[in-house]
Protein backbone atom coordinates (compact mmCIF):
# COMPACT_ATOMS: atom_id res chain seq x y z
CA UNK A 1 0.00 0.00 0.00
CA UNK A 2 1.48 3.36 -0.97
CA UNK A 3 2.01 6.15 1.45
CA UNK A 4 -0.87 8.31 0.32
CA UNK A 5 -3.26 5.16 0.51
CA UNK A 6 -2.13 4.75 3.90
CA UNK A 7 -2.82 8.22 4.79
CA UNK A 8 -6.58 8.24 2.89
CA UNK A 9 -7.54 4.63 4.57
CA UNK A 10 -6.32 6.25 8.30
CA UNK A 11 -8.41 9.45 7.68
CA UNK A 12 -12.12 7.62 7.23
CA UNK A 13 -12.97 4.47 8.83
CA UNK A 14 -13.43 1.21 6.58
CA UNK A 15 -17.05 1.37 6.36
CA UNK A 16 -17.13 4.91 5.20
CA UNK A 17 -19.86 5.34 2.87
CA UNK A 18 -18.96 6.41 -0.87
CA UNK A 19 -21.33 9.05 -0.87
CA UNK A 20 -19.34 10.61 2.37
CA UNK A 21 -16.09 9.68 0.80
CA UNK A 22 -16.82 11.20 -2.27
CA UNK A 23 -18.38 14.97 -0.77
CA UNK A 24 -15.49 14.89 1.38
CA UNK A 25 -13.03 14.84 -1.51
CA UNK A 26 -15.57 17.85 -3.01
CA UNK A 27 -15.30 19.45 0.15
CA UNK A 28 -11.67 19.38 0.60
CA UNK A 29 -11.93 20.40 -2.92
CA UNK A 30 -13.30 23.99 -1.80
CA UNK A 31 -11.43 23.97 0.75
CA UNK A 32 -7.96 24.23 -0.85
CA UNK A 33 -9.41 26.38 -3.22
CA UNK A 34 -10.90 29.08 -1.03
CA UNK A 35 -7.28 28.69 0.57
CA UNK A 36 -5.73 29.62 -3.11
CA UNK A 37 -4.00 26.21 -3.16
CA UNK A 38 -4.54 24.79 -6.79
CA UNK A 39 -2.41 22.21 -5.90
CA UNK A 40 -4.71 21.24 -3.43
CA UNK A 41 -7.89 21.42 -5.46
CA UNK A 42 -6.15 19.29 -7.73
CA UNK A 43 -6.05 16.45 -5.44
CA UNK A 44 -9.24 15.67 -6.09
CA UNK A 45 -8.80 15.12 -9.58
CA UNK A 46 -7.01 11.93 -11.67
CA UNK A 47 -3.23 12.30 -12.69
CA UNK A 48 -3.16 11.12 -16.07
CA UNK A 49 -3.49 12.20 -18.96
CA UNK A 50 -6.72 10.41 -19.63
CA UNK A 51 -8.67 13.31 -17.35
CA UNK A 52 -10.89 15.16 -19.27
CA UNK A 53 -12.65 18.69 -18.42
CA UNK A 54 -15.41 19.47 -20.80
CA UNK A 55 -16.08 22.93 -20.60
CA UNK A 56 -17.41 26.46 -22.52
CA UNK A 57 -17.01 24.16 -25.61
CA UNK A 58 -13.97 23.09 -25.40
CA UNK A 59 -12.18 19.63 -24.22
CA UNK A 60 -9.21 19.56 -22.04
CA UNK A 61 -7.30 16.74 -21.86
CA UNK A 62 -4.99 15.28 -18.92
CA UNK A 63 -4.36 16.85 -15.20
CA UNK A 64 -1.33 19.05 -16.09
CA UNK A 65 -3.30 20.14 -19.12
CA UNK A 66 -6.55 20.90 -16.59
CA UNK A 67 -3.84 22.46 -13.99
CA UNK A 68 -2.95 24.63 -16.36
CA UNK A 69 -6.00 26.16 -17.52
CA UNK A 70 -7.45 26.67 -13.87
CA UNK A 71 -3.79 28.52 -13.71
CA UNK A 72 -4.27 30.91 -16.68
CA UNK A 73 -7.79 31.49 -16.03
CA UNK A 74 -7.71 32.23 -11.50
CA UNK A 75 -3.98 32.75 -11.10
CA UNK A 76 -2.67 34.82 -13.99
CA UNK A 77 -1.87 38.59 -13.52
CA UNK A 78 -4.69 39.95 -12.63
CA UNK A 79 -6.94 37.30 -12.06
CA UNK A 80 -8.20 36.19 -8.43
CA UNK A 81 -9.45 32.66 -7.47
CA UNK A 82 -12.46 33.99 -5.06
CA UNK A 83 -14.48 32.15 -2.62
CA UNK A 84 -15.68 29.08 -4.23
CA UNK A 85 -19.07 27.39 -3.00
CA UNK A 86 -20.68 23.61 -4.06
CA UNK A 87 -24.10 23.07 -3.20
CA UNK A 88 -26.97 21.26 -4.42
CA UNK A 89 -24.85 18.06 -4.42
CA UNK A 90 -26.30 14.95 -5.85
CA UNK A 91 -24.00 11.32 -5.70
CA UNK A 92 -25.24 8.55 -7.59
CA UNK A 93 -22.87 5.46 -7.28
CA UNK A 94 -22.88 3.58 -10.18
CA UNK A 95 -21.27 0.11 -8.76
CA UNK A 96 -18.49 -0.42 -6.29
CA UNK A 97 -15.66 1.75 -8.11
CA UNK A 98 -17.51 4.32 -10.45
CA UNK A 99 -19.91 7.22 -8.87
CA UNK A 100 -21.82 10.54 -10.75
CA UNK A 101 -22.00 13.85 -9.04
CA UNK A 102 -24.37 16.91 -9.95
CA UNK A 103 -24.48 20.04 -8.74
CA UNK A 104 -23.88 23.96 -8.17
CA UNK A 105 -20.77 25.83 -8.11
CA UNK A 106 -20.59 29.67 -7.19
CA UNK A 107 -17.08 32.07 -7.13
CA UNK A 108 -17.51 35.15 -4.76
CA UNK A 109 -15.01 37.29 -6.89
CA UNK A 110 -14.23 41.53 -6.13
CA UNK A 111 -16.60 42.23 -9.53
CA UNK A 112 -18.66 39.59 -10.41
CA UNK A 113 -20.14 35.88 -9.03
CA UNK A 114 -19.91 33.31 -12.25
CA UNK A 115 -21.93 30.61 -10.94
CA UNK A 116 -23.27 26.93 -12.89
CA UNK A 117 -23.27 23.39 -12.66
CA UNK A 118 -21.76 20.76 -12.82
CA UNK A 119 -21.23 16.72 -13.52
CA UNK A 120 -18.35 14.90 -12.43
CA UNK A 121 -17.95 11.27 -13.34
CA UNK A 122 -15.76 9.60 -10.20
CA UNK A 123 -13.35 6.23 -10.10
CA UNK A 124 -12.39 4.63 -6.58
CA UNK A 125 -8.67 3.89 -7.10
CA UNK A 126 -6.44 2.38 -4.50
CA UNK A 127 -5.72 6.13 -2.41
CA UNK A 128 -9.39 7.00 -2.66
CA UNK A 129 -12.06 8.47 -5.25
CA UNK A 130 -10.61 10.89 -8.14
CA UNK A 131 -12.29 12.92 -10.87
CA UNK A 132 -11.85 11.41 -14.10
CA UNK A 133 -14.39 13.55 -16.42
CA UNK A 134 -15.60 17.07 -15.36
CA UNK A 135 -18.65 18.36 -17.39
CA UNK A 136 -18.98 22.63 -15.81
CA UNK A 137 -20.83 24.82 -17.32
CA UNK A 138 -21.85 28.48 -16.45
CA UNK A 139 -24.81 30.40 -16.18
CA UNK A 140 -25.78 33.73 -18.10
CA UNK A 141 -24.79 36.78 -15.71
CA UNK A 142 -27.68 37.85 -13.44
CA UNK A 143 -28.90 41.21 -14.54
CA UNK A 144 -28.09 43.40 -11.95
Do not use: C
Not at 49 to 61: E, H
Amino acid sequence: MTFAALAFALLLPADTKPEDAIRAVLTDQETAWNRGELDGFMKGYWKSDQLRFYSGGTVTSGWQATLDRYRKRYQAEGKEMGKLTFTDLEIEVLGPDAAMARGRWKLKLAKENPEGLFTLILKKFPDGWKIVHDHTSAAEPKAP
